[in-house]
């Protein structure tokens, strides 16, 4: 199928991101624009792909991401963890029998447990299978969503999901502390102030409003709140996801402006950590599921 190369696509909510290869698997050339799959109406996703294949060759697509969600194109059924690559590819879902298949999501579903992933399993098993983390690797993938990952063997037996990235939009849009919230983040001390804060107690919705106390009363600089925020989020992500990990190195995957956030809240547990590209992983994983289909 894929003989003479493919078009994959990280296809999520709001953005993609395309990469079309070469017959070994080599990035042709990459391309990323806002055409996630909310920007599609329904049932417009046929005249979408056939858009994308006059512009980039009848090739092959694999896809992978919110593409086979309920809001996508066709529903993938998740896999339920634990999850290897080759599981992936017996359990794609064909939109276009022969030419265009998508990657399942993941879900752990034990119990009360009740957690799902689409695109980023991806990039979690590409990590292992590309030998970025060793098969035995907790790994972090910081985003709108974050999710902590567990590894076992480069199985994903496990994960967890933190809405950090979207509490701190909406906080910044939507909240009493949106005026105070312009700034740029970074890892600086208000940042460390604000992991550390939510590192030692379990206040967060106390310490958010805290914030805007502190800074009426002269105990934080407006200019320092969008750091200081965003470390009390990040730390309380923290307190969630490093109970999923023994002592050791964290493998963050993603955008590096959050991945090295991350680094400095983990340092602040007295954790290390290893950034990881996350098209890298990605790129992996799409490859391996690919040699399954060749």
């Known amino acids: 199928m894929l003989g003479e190369g493919w078009v994959t696509i990280d296809w999520g909510t709001t953005n993609r991101r395309i990469f079309v290869l070469g017959p070994d698997g080599q990035v042709l050339s990459r391309h990323a624009d806002a055409r996630g799959v909310t920007a599609i109406a329904p049932g417009g996703f046929p005249a979408e ?63 009360d447990a009740a957690e799902v992933m689409r695109g980023e399993e991806v990039q979690l098993l590409g990590a292992a299978a590309a030998g970025l983390v060793p098969p035995d690797a907790a790994l ?32 910044r849009n939507h909240s009493i502390l949106s005026g105070s919230l312009k700034g740029e983040v970074r890892a600086d001390a208000a940042f460390r102030d604000g992991v550390r804060r939510s590192l030692e107690d379990c ?72 950034e990881i590209d996350g098209e890298q992983a990605f790129l992996a994983g799409i490859r391996a599921i690919a040699e399954k289909l060749s």
């Open 140 to 171: 972090c993938l910081p985003g709108t969503h974050a999710k902590w990952a567990m590894l076992e063997q480069s199985v994903l037996t496990g994960f967890r999901t933190v809405m950090t990235g979207e509490l701190f939009a909406l906080l």
């Open 49 to 111: 792909i056939a858009e994308l294949r006059a512009r980039f060759g009848d090739r092959p697509f694999l896809l992978a991401g919110m593409i086979g969600s309920n809001r996508g194109w066709i529903e993938a059924p998740y896999v339920p963890c634990p999850v290897t690559l080759p599981l992936l590819a017996e359990r794609l879902a064909w939109a276009e029998p022969g030419r265009t298949a998508i990657v399942p999501g993941a879900c752990v579903d034990r119990g």
């Open 203 to 274: 206040t967060l919705s106390a310490d958010l409003f805290g914030a805007r106390a502190r800074m009426l009363l002269g105990k934080l600089a407006e200019a320092d709140a969008s750091s200081y925020v965003s470390g009390l989020l990040i730390g309380a992500d923290l307190r969630i996801g490093l109970t999923m990990v023994a002592d050791g190195t964290v493998a963050l995957i993603g955008d590096p402006a959050l991945t090295r956030l991350y680094g400095a809240a983990l340092e602040e547990a007295g954790h290390t950590c290893a």
